[in-house]
């Protein structure tokens, strides 16, 4: 199995920063895809960033310019640094992987989400 453990949520003005965190652990051979998502009460969950294993990123239009998202293949981990947040950043941020994993008889694709991270901005 794979576990992904979000941190760095919390609550920040608007104007002001957050940087989130995803860690992967557990029976991982190679992670190929890593992406952040968030989803608002009463919306659907929606595409923040992504990245891949070679660095190549992708930004929903509403965070462009203000969200980055980097990767340390070396540790398994995905950040989100967010910048110039405004209340409509207000979510549950989620992380996500895909990438192969090893198991007793094989080496098997996965996908696997984190549990969340509430990010509030708000005055």
């Known amino acids: 199995q794979v576990q992904l453990v979000e941190s760095g949520g919390g609550l920040v003005q608007p104007g002001g920063s957050l940087r989130l965190s995803c860690a992967a652990s557990?029976?991982?051979?190679?992670?190929?895809?890593m992406a952040w998502y968030r989803q608002a009460p009463g919306k659907q969950r929606e595409l923040v960033a992504a990245?891949?294993?070679?660095?190549?990123?992708t930004y929903a239009n509403s965070v462009k310019g203000r969200f980055t998202i980097s990767r340390d293949n070396a540790k398994n981990t995905v950040y989100l640094e967010m910048n110039s947040l405004k209340p409509e950043d207000t979510a549950v941020y989620f992380c996500?992987?895909?990438?192969?994993?090893?198991?007793?008889?094989?080496?098997?694709?996965?996908?696997?989400w984190g549990q969340g991270t509430q990010v509030t901005v708000s005055s």
């Open positions: 557990g029976s991982i051979f190679s992670i190929d895809d």
């Open positions: 996500n992987a895909v990438g192969l994993r090893t198991t007793a008889w094989a080496i098997r694709k996965f996908d696997y």
């Open positions: 990245i891949t294993s070679g660095g190549s990123t």
